[in-house]
């Protein structure tokens, strides 16, 4: 994954790609993947870094969805389960079962709880990650010694997976690289190239770090922008009604003594209609989520202060120990792109189902969905653009491609702080551009402890600055601009 090659691939392509992506998040890197690997020619755009938005910011779970389930929706959790079971298969160095325990303080939530979770794993079939049991109070409590013991009279037990989303990401991409797909982040779509018949053809983009303006032409243009999609199709059509109702999620991230274990923590009921988790990740104790409408996306949200009591408050019900904000290492914010149902007020009650939109122009447009489903969402999206772009008919073929491993090519073992070998193998072999690429998705420490990553910041810079020839005074804006977005990650004491 080299970023000047693939920018010298585009300025000297002179026929249209098969498929031009627009978005590099899961969506439109698991589209690169699922075309490059039939055989496509792929070109794949990215405003900022892959995954700077929300596929770095999720709940850090492969789940087929309990909450919807519950909502009655069966094919989608059964179409997420057969996902999840076959990430697990092709991603079995980032994918892992995890156990989840319902914990019970009334009478009736064990057999309420422990039937609906005997249908989950029913549904999962042969994709199931282990059955559901139901636990008696000295065993939840073995499970979670931090569960408060007030009233708690058992519990119940499922499985479900674990992940790490933004290495997924990075790994996602190098396998569309591996099979010939061309991806390029900090390069801004501009403007969409049409046809004398108004038909989009192509696009022109700016790259980010030059300055440079470049076109490319495409048999099919795909907007996989997340939640920005409404802004690309107004740049194709700019009287069209939205699609998106954006809806923001919180995740909290607390020190390992609140969660020990190895056993994550599900809350079935909230008052905003959302379940709430608590789980185990890279040494630390991760809760969320929130489920709060905002008026439009942004491409670095804040939690809003009453998500961050919500979650506290949550979780103390839950917890011995009472978390406070004294106790946050890190706070992060995703924006969910809910395509609009009706009149549905409450973006907890919209469906997580994906939705493609054809405009009369020809632009194909995939929205909503989650991070569980996202291989099946770009094999529905590039069989449209297999008609789209009148383009030979070839097969999916990922529900059985591995994706790429980094450390089967010589990436440095993981460790909790990047040394200087790590940082210098984000930026040569991953397309790490920034501090912030380095110390937010190629790895996770912002995401864990914001001071800890702070502190990291000015080694990382002095390594890039080596590594790509920048200048000092490059280190030093770099420096301020990740000061500026880690204060996104933190909350006022």
Request: hydrophobic share 40%.
């Given at each position: 994954?080299?970023?000047?090659?693939?920018?010298?691939?585009?300025?000297?392509?002179?026929?249209?790609?098969?498929?031009?992506?627009?978005?590099?998040?899961?969506?439109?890197?698991?589209?690169?993947?699922?075309?490059?690997?039939?055989?496509?020619?792929?070109?794949?755009?990215?405003?900022?870094?892959?995954?700077?938005?929300?596929?770095?910011?999720?709940?850090?779970?492969?789940?087929?969805?309990?909450?919807?389930?519950?909502?009655?929706?069966?094919?989608?959790?059964?179409?997420?389960?057969?996902?999840?079971?076959?990430?697990?298969?092709?991603?079995?160095?980032?994918?892992?079962?995890?156990?989840?325990?319902?914990?019970?303080?009334?009478?009736?939530?064990?057999?309420?709880?422990?039937?609906?979770?005997?249908?989950?794993?029913?549904?999962?079939?042969?994709?199931?990650?282990?059955?559901?049991?139901?636990?008696?109070?000295?065993?939840?409590?073995?499970?979670?010694?931090?569960?408060?013991?007030?009233?708690?009279?058992?519990?119940?037990?499922?499985?479900?997976?674990?992940?790490?989303?933004?290495?997924?990401?990075?790994?996602?991409?190098?396998?569309?690289?591996?099979?010939?797909?061309?991806?390029?982040?900090?390069?801004?779509?501009?403007?969409?190239?049409?046809?004398?018949?108004?038909?989009?053809?192509?696009?022109?983009?700016?790259?980010?770090?030059?300055?440079?303006?470049?076109?490319?032409?495409?048999?099919?243009?795909?907007?996989?922008?997340?939640?920005?999609?409404?802004?690309?199709?107004?740049?194709?059509?700019?009287?069209?009604?939205?699609?998106?109702?954006?809806?923001?999620?919180?995740?909290?991230?607390?020190?390992?003594?609140?969660?020990?274990?190895?056993?994550?923590?599900?809350?079935?009921?909230?008052?905003?209609?959302?379940?709430?988790?608590?789980?185990?990740?890279?040494?630390?104790?991760?809760?969320?989520?929130?489920?709060?409408?905002?008026?439009?996306?942004?491409?670095?949200?804040?939690?809003?202060?009453?998500?961050?009591?919500?979650?506290?408050?949550?979780?103390?019900?839950?917890?011995?120990?009472?978390?406070?904000?004294?106790?946050?290492?890190?706070?992060?914010?995703?924006?969910?792109?809910?395509?609009?149902?009706?009149?549905?007020?409450?973006?907890?009650?919209?469906?997580?189902?994906?939705?493609?939109?054809?405009?009369?122009?020809?632009?194909?447009?995939?929205?909503?969905?989650?991070?569980?489903?996202?291989?099946?969402?770009?094999?529905?999206?590039?069989?449209?653009a297999i008609v789209l772009g009148h383009l030979d008919e070839r097969p999916c073929v990922t529900r059985e491609l591995r994706i790429r491993d980094p450390h089967c090519l010589g990436a440095p073992a993981p460790c909790p702080e990047p040394r200087d070998e790590h940082v210098a193998w984000h930026a040569r072999h991953?397309?790490?551009?920034?501090?912030?690429?380095?110390?937010?998705?190629?790895?996770?420490?912002?995401?864990?402890?914001?001071?800890?990553?702070?502190?990291?910041?000015?080694?990382?810079?002095?390594?890039?600055?080596?590594?790509?020839?920048?200048?000092?005074?490059?280190?030093?804006?770099?420096?301020?601009?990740?000061?500026?977005?880690?204060?996104?990650?933190?909350?006022?004491?």
């Open positions: 994954m080299k970023r000047d090659a693939f920018l010298q691939r585009i300025v000297e392509r002179r026929e249209p790609w098969d498929i031009a992506v627009i978005g590099g998040g899961a969506t439109g890197v698991g589209i690169a993947v699922d075309a490059a690997s039939r055989g496509y020619s792929v070109v794949l755009l990215e405003q900022s870094d892959f995954g700077k938005g929300t596929s770095s910011r999720s709940t850090k779970l492969v789940h087929g969805g309990v909450r919807y389930l519950q909502q009655g929706n069966i094919s989608l959790v059964m179409e997420a389960l057969k996902e999840r079971g076959m990430l697990l298969k092709n991603a079995p160095h980032l994918v892992h079962d995890l156990q989840f325990i319902v914990p019970n303080y009334a009478w009736w939530e064990a057999p309420f709880y422990g039937i609906g979770l005997k249908v989950y794993d029913l549904l999962a079939g042969k994709y199931g990650f282990g059955p559901s049991e139901i636990l008696s109070r000295d065993e939840v409590l073995a499970h979670i010694p931090t569960l408060s013991q007030d009233g708690l009279r058992g519990g119940v037990k499922y499985h479900d997976g674990q992940f790490d989303d933004a290495r997924l990401l990075i790994d996602l991409a190098g396998t569309a690289a591996d099979h010939g797909a061309c991806l390029v982040n900090y390069a801004r779509a501009a403007a969409l190239e049409k046809d004398r018949d108004g038909f989009v053809c192509g696009l022109t983009f700016r790259d980010e770090e030059s300055g440079t303006s470049h076109a490319l032409g495409a048999r099919c243009v795909i907007n996989a922008t997340g939640p920005f999609c409404d802004e690309l199709r107004r740049v194709d059509e700019p009287e069209v009604t939205p699609m998106i109702a954006p809806s923001q999620g919180v995740h909290l991230v607390l020190p390992r003594e609140f969660l020990p274990g190895d056993t994550a923590i599900m809350v079935p009921h909230t008052r905003d209609g959302r379940v709430m988790f608590a789980i185990p990740w890279h040494g630390h104790a991760l809760i969320g989520t929130t489920d709060t409408p905002i008026p439009a996306a942004v491409l670095e949200p804040s939690p809003q202060a009453q998500e961050i009591d919500f979650i506290l408050e949550t979780a103390s019900d839950y917890l011995a120990r009472r978390p406070t904000r004294a106790d946050i290492l890190s706070v992060f914010t995703g924006i969910r792109p809910l395509v609009k149902t009706g009149e549905a007020s409450n973006t907890a009650t919209l469906s997580r189902d994906h939705t493609i939109h054809i405009s009369s122009s020809g632009l194909l447009t995939i929205a909503g969905g989650k991070w569980t489903t996202y291989r099946k969402m770009a094999e529905d999206a590039v069989d449209h991953e397309m790490a551009r920034t501090v912030e690429d380095v110390l937010a998705r190629r790895t996770r420490v912002l995401f864990l402890d914001v001071q800890a990553a702070l502190a990291l910041a000015p080694a990382v810079a002095r390594i890039l600055a080596r590594e790509l020839g920048r200048a000092a005074a490059w280190q030093q804006t770099q420096l301020a601009s990740f000061a500026e977005t880690a204060a996104h990650f933190r909350i006022a004491r």
